[in-house]
């Protein structure tokens, strides 16, 4: 028992209190006693609220110890109560039990005290244990269902999505930059591109995404985000990118590993409202038995450490203790879904690695993240995609999609570049179409991968037996293990994940045909 105890002790003679007291501190049981002895103090200090035990004689003058344990369980139900007493017998102490005590001790066997305190703490600490361990069983039955719901109503919502986000980019590509409409377009877009961010956050958290691990220079991926951080902060805000000169490589998903820096900034300009500094750095470091504490889980050996330092409005112990449960947030109603550390410590572990932070009100924060080393070289980075405009299409597609306002943006927008479409509304239709087309042939098919009567994939199968060189891009709103049980998300395939704007369509489309 390391804790100080502070108990409270109802005893109307001196002489036992004393005894009590001597008892105590030759069993060795660190403790601070606050004695009373009348009903009137006994409330008044109960009802501070910061006691851990409660020893209590059997018998007073005008007062009856069993009423004044019904007075501690009406206000603290689980703070342990132990009579002391010399005129309680055998049969007392059982009523004494059945009226909520924890334990009694008769004053002329006082050697029981220490160990009946020693167990009514204990007791106390199996409980709470017990429903720390009950809360976190619920919190992840919760988890589970959202992620269950996330993910039945993923599909639908990401073809909404897709939907707004497409014929806003359609909208604009339309209106001159001078007409009016050109600012509700923009709105229109502005906000759904948010919607799909808190889609993927959701998802992400309940771990329905999957990442694409590659052996990566973590100082790499900080300074291609330097800029982006710089737009993200305020201007009143200073940035420090500190890069180590020896920092090594780490295995890990570099858009991932781009999200968590940047919910990181976006958390750090929240907490300076009036300006500060903040500082990203990486260093290469070695954890031994005894630094491993701080970072629970973690092993001996050589790490990559990415510190991320603010100098805002820092933390208060207990909105550390649970800044990365998922919904928890300080921000106003509106302003934080409470998933952005969530998910940040969603992705570390999903990498490997241990993430801590420390932080004071009034002194700032730092969170720091380890990532274990990999000695190996460095995964060649996949080419950018061009940003200019695409060379315009004159080949046949085939468009394979079940939901209607999706296949008719598909349509319109490959339409709008030149191509010949062509479109069905699920995988039987779409080989019937195929089978029975006259003209050019065509050249690829455009499919959502789950559709009632034949699905994407069954259908691109069938195909192949009489059309092998065409081509063909995967689509679905469906999250990525979902996905992955119909054997799209192989190496050789390609696919576009829903919502995808204009540009992304039309550009994944062009560099596959030219490929």
């Known amino acids: ?95 004494s039990l059945k009226s909520g ?93 948010h919607g799909s961010v808190l889609t993927h956050q959701l998802l992400f958290f309940c771990r329905k995404q999957t990442v694409q691990p590659v052996v990566m220079d973590l100082n790499g991926v900080l300074l291609d985000l330097e800029q982006m951080l710089e737009r993200l902060i305020d201007e009143n805000i200073t940035l ?116 801590n932070v420390s932080s004071e009100l009034g002194q700032g924060a730092t969170f720091q993240i380890l990532f274990p080393c990999v000695e190996q070289s460095l995964d060649l980075a996949a080419p950018s995609v061009p940003s200019g405009p695409l060379v315009r299409g004159t080949e046949t597609l085939l468009v394979v999609e079940d939901d209607p306002a999706v296949r008719r943006f598909a349509v319109e927008v490959l339409q709008t570049e030149g191509y010949n479409v062509l479109s069905a509304v699920n995988g039987k239709e779409g080989l019937n179409m195929a089978r029975t087309h006259q003209g050019p042939p065509i050249e690829l098919v455009v499919t959502d991968v789950i559709m009632p009567l034949i699905g994407g994939r069954v259908m691109v199968e069938c195909l192949k037996m009489t059309c092998p060189e065409v081509k063909v891009l995967f689509t679905s709103g469906y999250t990525d293990d979902t996905i992955s049980t119909h054997g799209v998300l192989e190496a050789d395939m390609d696919f576009l994940p829903k919502p995808h704007n204009y540009a992304a369509l039309t550009r994944k489309v062009r560099e596959m045909l030219d490929a």
Not at 47 to 62: A, N
């Open 1 to 95: 028992m390391n804790a100080l105890l502070q108990i409270l002790c109802f005893e109307t003679d001196p002489t036992d209190a004393a005894l009590i007291s001597a008892t105590l501190e030759a069993g060795d049981i660190a403790c601070t006693i606050t004695w009373v002895q009348n009903l009137a103090d006994f409330e008044s200090q109960l009802g501070r609220g910061c006691f851990d035990l409660v020893l209590l004689d059997y018998s007073m003058p005008v007062l009856h110890g069993l009423s004044v344990i019904a007075l501690v369980r009406d206000h603290w139900p689980d703070l342990p109560v132990i009579h002391v007493s010399s005129t309680m017998g055998e049969e007392f102490g059982v009523e």
């Open 101 to 193: 005590a924890t334990d009694y001790v008769l004053k002329t066997r006082l050697f029981r005290l220490v160990p009946a305190v020693h167990r009514a703490v204990q007791e106390v600490a199996v409980r709470s244990e017990r429903r720390r361990l009950e809360a976190q069983f619920i919190e992840a039955q919760k988890m589970q269902l959202i992620g269950q719901h996330a993910a039945s109503i993923a599909h639908d919502f990401n073809n909404i999505l897709g939907v707004i986000m497409g014929y806003s980019d359609l909208l604009l590509m339309k209106l001159s930059r001078a007409d009016p409409l050109c600012f509700f377009a923009e709105e229109i877009l502005r906000a759904s591109k």
């Open 240 to 355: 420090a990118i500190c890069p180590g000169t020896h920092a090594g490589t780490i295995l890990a998903d570099p858009g991932s590993i781009g999200q968590v820096l940047m919910n990181m900034a976006a958390n750090a300009r929240d907490a300076m409202p009036d300006g500060g500094r903040l500082t990203i750095a990486t260093s290469r470091v070695t954890l031994d038995e005894f630094s491993t504490h701080a970072y629970p889980g973690s092993l001996p050996g050589d790490y990559i450490l990415l510190s991320v330092s603010d100098t805002g409005t820092g933390m208060s112990e207990e909105v550390k203790a649970r800044i990365f449960e998922a919904f928890f947030t300080t921000k106003p109603v509106g302003k934080g879904t409470g998933l952005g550390l969530a998910n940040c410590k969603t992705i570390i572990q999903q990498s490997s690695g241990w993430m």
